[in-house]
Nanobody
């Protein structure tokens, strides 16, 4: 199973970015998906998560600005980031709790490569 993230970059304060993360491989089903971020010198923290049924949760710092969504047919999770602030600058990593074809009873968390988001004027 592999997760491929895309969509990071440099944006001015107040701008928007959309991150995508597609899972591929021997996938039976995917439970939760989401995004963590890690800024230099800080702990990794959850940004947003979404269940297979569409329930979402967000870090307080991004509520009202970020929106997480998923396309189950494409095994893809998205993070729409609006009203970006310099403090949002971090490496963003996606995850997916995958039930594989060879062991559909046991979800395993897979991670995508990080994508850099830099908010600066």
């Amino acid at each position: 199973v592999q997760l491929q993230a895309s969509g990071g970059g440099l944006v001015q304060p107040g701008g928007s970015l959309r991150l995508s993360c597609a899972a591929s491989g021997s996938i039976f089903s995917i439970a939760a998906m989401g995004w963590f971020c890690q800024a230099p010198g800080k702990q990794r923290e959850l940004v947003a998560g979404i269940s297979s049924g569409g329930s979402t949760n967000y870090a307080d710092s991004v509520k009202g600005r970020f929106t997480i969504s998923r396309d189950n047919a494409k095994n893809t999770v998205y993070l729409q980031m609006n009203s970006l602030k310099p403090e949002d600058t971090a490496v963003y990593s996606c995850y997916a709790d995958v039930r594989r074809v060879d062991d559909p009873q046991t979800p395993i968390r897979f991670w995508g490569q990080g994508t850099q988001v830099t908010v600066s004027s």
